[in-house]
Structure formats: C-alpha cells, structure tokens
C-alpha cells in the first residue's frame, strides 16, 4: 500500500528566505507525486505534478520540487518566500499501476514572517 | 469558467440528524472524488465517480455514509444519524477524465456535529 509521511507539522520562515518542505513516500515502484496548497478557507489548489521524465518539477507561483527516487522523497522547495505563501501543503501519491485514489500526507503548516 | 462549487459552506447539525452535503463540479469534468478532512488529518478519501461506472465507495467509513451522482454531473454526499466524529470539512474535487488529470477542489462543507 502506498503511504505519504510529511515530517515537518508547521514551518516557520522569515520573508524573502527559502524555503523546502519535505515529502517521503513509499510504493514499490516509481509512483504520481502531487504538491498541493490549500490557503484558509480554501479548496486544495495544485501546485505541481510528477508522472515520469525529468525529476525537476517546475510548478506555479514558483515552487518546484524534486524527484529522488534513492530517497523516495518529493520535498518542494521555493528560492524566496511571500508573505502570501503562508498555508498548508500537502504531499500526495498515486501509485501508477491503474489506482485513481491518492494518498494524501497530514500537510505542513507555513508560518511566513515579516 | 466556474470552479467546483459546494453547498452548505458550513453545516451545524444535531447528533442524529441526517444531512446532505452538495457538489456541482465543473462542467465536463467526468471524475468526482470526495474527500474528509478531519483537524490535523491530511484528506480522507470516501467516494469515487467515473462517468457512467459504478462508483467506488471503499472509503466511507459506515453505512451512515452515502453518495450519489445524478446525470453525470452533481453530487450529493449524505450522512445519517450524524455521530460527533463526523465533524470534519467534506471536500469535493472534480477533474476532465482520470487519475492524471488535475483535480480542481471545491471550497468545502464545514460540518459540525454537536
């Protein structure tokens, strides 16, 4: 069964710095990987998807994420963070061998500082 | 265009009632999926539709829980003799056709089961 572990329950970060949130999954094979944002009193919205190729995921509002399949991690990452990024982040897997339910990680908190 | 749209966006009810929680998805979109999120929980999945297939219901948590999709297009989640652990956001996600689509959520139901 696939499963989705997002270590980190809230992250703090100050405006302008970086930012990565951390992902682990685990699937036997290479699965979908989704990164998902969900503001206050908002749907989830999608930020970016990985099916196969390059492992360097560009997403909108200029996050990306990385596929390392030696780790079975997809942390999404971003080089400088918005007031407006404040929200909650959800990782999610699907397994590709014909699944069409994701697992959905607990989501981590962004907390953005002035 | 209009994005998934829910109704009630907040929902009190007595323990023991039933309610009905409604989704319209976007237009043309075949797939509808709902999910649960409870506090601190990542999504729960309860329901999936297909076009015209028999939905997959192996995520809801009791016969309590039921689902129906009228004319391929909305849906209505209901949840009888509402119990206290109900209480959660039920959201509605809908996407074009399958699993790699991107699923476009709604904003959610708010319930609260007192």
């Known amino acids: 069964a696939q499963s989705v572990t997002q270590p980190d329950i809230h992250i703090t970060v100050s405006e302008g710095a970086s930012l990565e949130l951390r992902c682990n999954y685990s699937?036997?094979?290479?699965?979908?990987l989704f990164w998902y944002v969900q503001s206050p009193g908002q749907g989830l919205q999608l930020l970016l998807k990985y099916f196969s190729g390059d492992t360097l995921v560009q997403g909108i509002k200029g996050f990306e994420a990385e596929f390392k399949r030696s780790q079975s991690s997809f942390n999404l990452r971003k080089p400088s963070v918005h007031w407006s990024d404040a929200a909650e982040y959800f990782c999610?897997?699907?397994?590709?061998?014909?699944?069409?339910?994701?697992?959905f990680g607990r989501g981590t908190s962004l907390i953005v500082h002035p | 265009g209009a994005g998934v749209s829910q109704s009630p966006s907040n929902k009190v009810t007595e323990k023991g009632k039933d309610v009905e929680l409604r989704c319209d998805p976007i237009?043309?979109?075949?797939?509808l999926y709902w999910y649960r999120q409870s506090l601190g929980q990542g999504l729960e999945f309860l329901i999936y539709?297909?076009?015209?297939?028999?939905?997959?219901k192996s995520g809801l948590p009791s016969d309590r829980f039921s689902a129906e999709r009228t004319g391929g297009s909305v849906s209505t989640l209901t949840i009888q003799r509402t119990q206290q652990e109900d209480s959660a956001v039920y959201l509605c996600?809908?996407?074009?056709?399958?699993?790699?689509?991107?699923?476009?959520f709604g904003p959610g139901t708010r319930l609260t089961v007192l």
């Open positions: 539709f297909q076009g015209n297939s028999a939905p997959d």
């Open positions: 996600a809908s996407s074009l056709v399958g699993v790699r689509d991107t699923q476009y």
């Open positions: 999610a897997v699907l397994s590709s061998g014909g699944s069409y339910i994701p697992t």
């Open positions: 699937y036997g094979a290479t699965p979908y």
């Open positions: 237009s043309g979109h075949t797939a």
